[in-house]
Nanobody, 116 residues
Framework: QPQFVESGGGLVQPGGSLTLSCVVP????????MGWYRQAPGKQRDLVAS????????NLVDSVKGRFTISRDNAKNTMLLHLSRLKPEDTAVYYC?????????WGQGTQVTVSS
């Protein structure tokens, strides 16, 4: 089964930037649409952004449009999420998974904390 490995989170001040990375080892990544999701404390996990296999279709939720950028490299089994102009409400654990999510186990995620 696929594994989802997220990294790149951290503590950043409001207005700052981060780039998150997702690696999916093995044969799966080039054949699936992918998504970034986040879960804030006490809230459900929600979709943030999605990208199709060929990167031809990209969707971002309204709250991050103009601030977040999603990209992927199928040759490296890697997907990135560049976060800019960060706000305290972006604080969450960020996860990657297929889009829509499969029944496979989620990774551990990477914590993004936006605070001064």
């Amino acid at each position: 089964q696929p594994q989802f490995v997220e990294s790149g989170g951290g503590l950043v001040q409001p207005g700052g930037s981060l780039t998150l990375s997702c690696v999916v080892p093995g044969k799966y990544f080039p054949f699936f649409d992918m998504g970034w999701y986040r879960q804030a404390p006490g809230k459900q996990r929600d979709l943030v952004a999605s990208i199709s296999v060929t990167s031809s279709t990209i969707n971002l939720v309204d709250s991050v449009k103009g601030r977040f950028t999603i990209s992927r490299d199928n040759a490296k089994n890697t997907m990135l999420l560049h976060l800019s102009r960060l706000k305290p409400e972006d604080t969450a654990v960020y996860y990657c998974q297929f889009y829509p999510p499969s029944g496979d186990p989620w990774g551990q995620g990477t914590q993004v904390t936006v605070s001064s």
